[in-house]
Nanobody, 126 residues
Framework: EVQLVESGGGLVQAGGSLRLSCAAS????????IGWFRQAPGKAREGVSC????????YYADSVKGRFTISVDNAKNTVYLQMNSLKSEDTAVYYC???????????????????RGQGTQITVSS
């Protein structure tokens, strides 16, 4: 059974940094896409970042490029999202998500992945 557990959310001032962690179990990163999406109140889900299992290519939404960095620790089966230069518009619930490696190019669809964690709130105060 795929399980994803996020941690690391909280309240931060604009310009600050946070690092989210997602502990994964029930699968390995070699066989699954793994990434993050977010949802702000009253808004649609937005894919944030993703790592592809086949070639390790990384996807970032335009809104976070240059500020967020995704990484994985295969030994710990954990994926991280380092978020720098946070803005008020980054305020949302952030979810870790995973999907099997069925075919290439799935990362932009990370917000629709079949497995997701419970989410962690990020609030950026201006």
């Amino acid at each position: 059974e795929v399980q994803l557990v996020e941690s690391g959310g909280g309240l931060v001032q604009a310009g600050g940094s946070l690092r989210l962690s997602c502990a994964a179990s029930g699968f390995t990163f070699d066989d699954f896409y793994i990434g993050w999406f977010r949802q702000a109140p009253g808004k649609a889900r937005e894919g944030v970042s993703c790592i592809a299992p086949d070639d390790g290519s990384i996807y970032y939404a335009d809104s976070v490029k240059g500020r967020f960095t995704i990484s994985v620790d295969n030994a710990k089966n954990t994926v991280y999202l380092q978020m720098n230069s946070l803005k008020s518009e980054d305020t949302a619930v952030y979810y870790c998500a995973a999907d099997p490696d069925r075919y290439s190019g799935l990362c932009p669809s990370v917000a629709d992945f079949g497995s997701r964690g419970q989410g962690t709130q990020i609030t950026v105060s201006s």
